[in-house]
Structures are given as structure tokens and as C-alpha cells.
């Protein structure tokens, strides 16, 4: 009998949990992304390569209503200059919800902030509004892989005297590749 009790305990658990979609309201996410480009300024004659990293934590607070905040780690460099910078920052996402594909339309902001560390002791802060759409493959019922098309719109306000004028504004095409978990 206690055999029998613990195995449609599980036969009902587990149907339930697979049962449930990985985008529904109640729903934790652990994933991100990478991404390589090249970013052009219209003042400026040198593009500058840009590395991104984008470990997130998200939650589904309604069904096919994703938020998260992300950590932006940024590699970025310009002829001879180069440097790191880290970010933090909102997004929200709605996703589709399709079988094992999952497309996604969102929105995102990141907010850097850098001092030199130089004896002029440079303040410089960046403002990034991101407009993405993309795609969760669902290899499982919980993990995905995720490609993306992000275009940002990219404000910098850094003292004057610097490579990059003092209030440059520059946009960036990316498109990136990463992983997602699905806790229900």
C-alpha cells in the first residue's frame, strides 16, 4: 500500500509540474547571455569593439510577463584605449507562448558608473535604453537556449577632455546567445 501511495504521489507530481508552462505567473529565472559587436560613434573615426556579459535573475509576475534585473559586464576598446565596466539594470520581456520555442519581445535599461583611476579622478556615467526581440528554445521543459537581437540607444556623460566628447550618444546592434533556467 505505501508502495502504491508513494508512486501515484509521483505520477501526480510530476504531471503537475510538467503540466505547467515555464512561462506562467509564480516562475523564477536564473540564465544570460554573451555578445561580441563593433560600435561606431559619429564623431569619432575608431569603432570600438565591445565583449558583453549578462548573468540575470528574472521572475514571471504575471503569465508571459517576465522582469529581471541584470548584471552588465562590459569589456570595451578603442584603438589604444581600452577598459571594463559593470552595470546594473531592469528588464521586462513578453514572451509567446509556444510549444518548445518561446519568441520574446522586451525592453531594458542599464546604468554604468566608472572613476578613473588616474590622478584626475574622472567621473563617468553611462545611460543604455535596449530594444530586443529573440527566441527560447526549450531543449527540457525548464532550460532553454536563447538567441537575441538587441539595439540600444546609448547616452555618455563623461568629463571633458576624454577620447569620446564630453555628451556623446552612440547606438549599438548586438546580437547575443545564452542559456536560461526555469524554476517553477
Known amino acids: ?22 512561462i506562467s505567473k509564480g516562475t523564477f529565472t536564473i540564465g544570460g547571455d554573451v ?28 503569465d508571459n ?11 570595451q576598446s578603442m584603438g589604444y584605449f581600452s577598459y571594463n565596466l559593470l552595470g546594473v539594470g531592469p ?15 522586451g525592453l531594458g535599461f542599464t546604468y554604468y558608473e566608472q572613476t ?3 590622478s584626475n579622478n574622472y567621473k563617468t556615467t553611462t545611460s543604455v535604453f535596449t530594444l530586443s526581440g529573440g527566441v527560447n528554445f526549450f531543449l527540457t521543459n525548464y532550460f532553454a537556449l536563447e538567441t537575441s537581437i ?8 563623461n568629463p ?5 566628447n564630453n555628451s556623446d550618444q552612440s547606438k549599438l546592434f548586438q546580437i547575443a546567445i545564452g542559456v ?5
Not at 500500500?1 to 515555464?22: A, D, E, H, R
Not at 528588464?91 to 519581445?105: N, Q, S
Not at 536560461?180 to 517553477?184: A, L
Open 180 to 184: 536560461n533556467y526555469f524554476i517553477n
Open 116 to 118: 578613473s583611476g588616474d
Open 35 to 62: 555578445s561580441f559587436s563593433s560600435q561606431s560613434f559619429d564623431n569619432v573615426s575608431n569603432n570600438m569593439t565591445v565583449l558583453t556579459i549578462n548573468p540575470k535573475v528574472g521572475f514571471f509576475f504575471f
Open 150 to 157: 538587441n539595439y540600444s540607444f546609448i547616452n555618455y556623460n
Open 65 to 75: 510577463i517576465y522582469s529581471a534585473i541584470s548584471i552588465d559586464y562590459k569589456h
Open 1 to 22: 500500500m505505501k508502495k502504491l501511495i508513494v508512486v501515484l504521489l509521483f505520477v501526480f507530481t510530476t504531471s503537475f509540474i510538467n503540466g505547467q508552462s515555464p
Open 91 to 105: 528588464e521586462v520581456r513578453y514572451y509567446f507562448d509556444l510549444e518548445r520555442v518561446k519568441p520574446f519581445a
Open 160 to 164: 571633458s577632455g576624454l577620447y569620446i
